[in-house]
């Protein structure tokens, strides 16, 4: 029970890769994980399977909304333990075609989110003096890859954010750290349109010979967010097969 009695916010939570770390969290004895989603198609499953899950509809580049929420639930438990940046989306052109609309799209929720959420949760976990934020970045922040300039834009940005808050949050004897998971592509909702003839060539170049399932991912940010990683900060773990060796 590597989450017992924790308070955890997970962004994105309602579906993919989110809702595997609800999930993993509720199993891990969490005493409350608040999903957050713009889509609350999915709540009512994940709540009924789940009963520590509840289910939240905020768009977390809407700054006043996720203020709301985050004094709502300070109110409710008193504190937050762990927050998971995972809402995510993907616009991909090649940078010739990338309009501005797909450029911004993915800035405001990848980046501005992240930044939203963590100035919003990271001052509560001060005050408590302990915390853990992971925010999920990519393989294709930290090695690029084509078609995704706004994307690779934003996880690369989101590791160096995470560098800097390290030092930032650490301040003043806070226990408070940060980290980032950097999934290779993984098995959810968001990749079911890549065709399969894309998918095969990194799957023919992974090590361990096939894409990431939403548990490989889960399990990483478990570890980030549990006690069993109390000395590390400031790191980026690759959840990838050994795509990049
Ligand atoms: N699937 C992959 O191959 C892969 C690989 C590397 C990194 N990632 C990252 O993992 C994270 C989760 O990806 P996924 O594959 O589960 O995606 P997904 O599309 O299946 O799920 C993303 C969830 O985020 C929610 N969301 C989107 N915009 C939001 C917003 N503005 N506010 C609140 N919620 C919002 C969606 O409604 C959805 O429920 C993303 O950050 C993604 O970039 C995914």
Redesign the pocket.
């Known amino acids: 029970m590597r989450m017992k009695d924790k308070v955890c916010v997970v962004?994105?939570g309602?579906?993919?890769?989110?809702r595997g770390i609800a999930e993993t969290f509720a199993r891990e004895g969490a005493a409350r994980v608040w999903a957050?989603?713009?889509?609350d198609a999915d709540f009512p499953s994940l709540e009924a399977a789940h009963p520590a899950i509840k289910g939240a509809v905020?768009?977390?580049?809407d700054a006043a909304a996720v203020a709301a929420l985050v004094e709502r639930i300070k109110a409710e438990h008193g504190r937050i333990d762990v927050l998971v940046n995972?809402?995510?989306?993907t616009r991909d052109a090649l940078i010739q075609k990338m309009g501005d609309a797909e450029w911004d799209a993915v800035i405001d929720?990848?980046l501005k989110?992240v930044f939203i959420m963590t100035r919003a949760v990271a001052p509560i976990m001060m005050e408590g003096g302990s915390g853990s934020i992971v925010s999920?970045s990519?393989?294709v922040g930290l090695d690029g890859n084509i078609g995704q300039t706004n994307y690779a834009a934003t996880k690369g940005a989101v590791v160096a954010m995470t560098k800097g808050w390290a030092k930032e949050f650490a301040r003043k004897g806070a226990k408070v750290r940060a980290n980032c998971v950097s999934?290779?592509?993984?098995r959810?909702?968001?990749?079911a349109t890549v065709p399969e003839k894309v998918l095969e060539p990194f799957i023919a170049r992974t090590p361990l010979g096939r894409l990431a399932e939403i548990q490989d991912i889960a399990n990483a940010v478990l570890f980030l967010s549990s006690e069993d990683s109390a000395f590390i900060t400031g790191q980026v773990i690759r959840v990838d097969g050994g795509l990049v060796l």
């Open positions: 962004t994105g309602a579906r993919g890769i989110g957050l989603d713009v889509n905020v768009n977390v580049t995972n809402a995510g989306i929720v990848n989110g999920i990519s393989i999934p290779g592509y993984t959810t909702p968001m990749i």
